[in-house]
């Protein structure tokens, strides 16, 4: 696989080095500069990836104030600078986002990753009664079925953990309601004597 993260290292060895580094940072230290410097550069060639990247390296970087057009799906879809296409429309035709040919696209927004409970979803879920916490897995894996974004899984996920973080009365009465069985047994058994 071409998609090894970070790994657009050139083979070759360059010709003529800078005694230091360039640093896009060194003058300016601005929240804008680092998200720009922060961005991963996803769905597309090795190619465009390096044109992309030497923008953000020399400052030449423009972020979109407002979402493009994709040229595939004809929606208000694209939300990265010198993108054409949006990110589904990439991984459903599997071409390079920016110049649309190329089909060697390098790390490719993984929205299929598989969904990962996050700390905060585990520390609730600690705090959650045996019983609850069975119910709240059997819930998840239903849910994981339904074909959801990551985000969308998450945020019913954590709604589904709220509503059973807050009724807490409730699961006291299921349980006395579940002691009852013993009863009938010590009727039955006194009457055999
Ligand atoms: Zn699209
Ligand atoms: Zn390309």
């Not at 929240?31 to 990247?53: F, G, H, P, W, Y």
């Not at 790390?107 to 996050?118: A, N, S």
């Not at 509503?163 to 009727?187: I, Q």
């Amino acid at each position: 696989m071409s998609t090894q993260r970070g790994n657009a290292s050139r083979q070759r060895a360059q010709k003529y080095k800078n005694t230091t580094a360039f640093k896009n940072t060194m003058h300016d230290k601005s929240d804008k500069t680092k998200m720009i410097n922060s961005l991963q550069i996803n769905d597309v060639c090795t190619r465009c990836k390096e044109v992309i990247a030497w923008k953000i390296k020399y400052k030449k970087y423009k972020p979109l104030t407002q979402l493009k057009t994709c040229v595939a799906c004809g929606e208000k879809t694209v939300k990265r600078a010198y993108h054409v296409m949006c990110v589904k429309c990439g991984i459903k035709t599997g071409k390079c986002t920016k110049c649309c040919k190329s089909e060697e696209v390098v790390e490719v927004t993984v929205e299929e990753k598989p969904f990962k409970v996050d700390r905060e979803m585990r520390f609730i879920i600690k705090e959650l009664p045996e019983r609850r916490r069975r119910t709240f897995n059997r819930y998840m894996e239903k849910k994981m079925e339904e074909k959801l974004s990551n985000e969308e899984l998450k945020e019913d996920l954590l709604k589904k953990l709220e509503a059973l973080k807050v009724d807490d009365k409730d699961d006291e009465d299921d349980d006395f309601g579940l002691s009852d069985g013993g009863e009938s047994l010590e009727c039955e058994s006194s009457e055999d004597e």
